[in-house]
């Protein structure tokens, strides 16, 4: 298959989960994180890369309530 040229066409979804993933680490100081908006069945409809501050990321240890929190402030979002 191909990709070909359309008109503009609005499609509305709605993302219902997202998708963590931690892109690279910076000397285990900080990081950035590939956050992955996605509807119920798995299409990804946004990617958004974040930084995490070295202020949090000292904060992660075992619990990743630490980054999936500072993610979801910095993105304006919650989980249900």
């Known amino acids: 298959m191909s990709f070909y040229n359309i008109a503009p066409q609005d499609v509305i979804k709605t993302a219902v989960k997202v998708f963590l993933r931690i892109d690279y680490v910076f000397n285990a100081t900080d990081a950035n994180v590939l ?46």
Do not use: C, H, K
């Open 35 to 80: 956050v992955q908006f996605m509807t119920s069945n798995g299409e990804v409809l946004r990617n958004e890369n974040l930084y995490i501050p070295s202020d949090i990321y000292a904060q992660w240890t075992t619990d990743d309530s630490v980054i999936t929190n500072y993610v979801a402030t910095q993105l304006n979002f919650s989980y249900t």
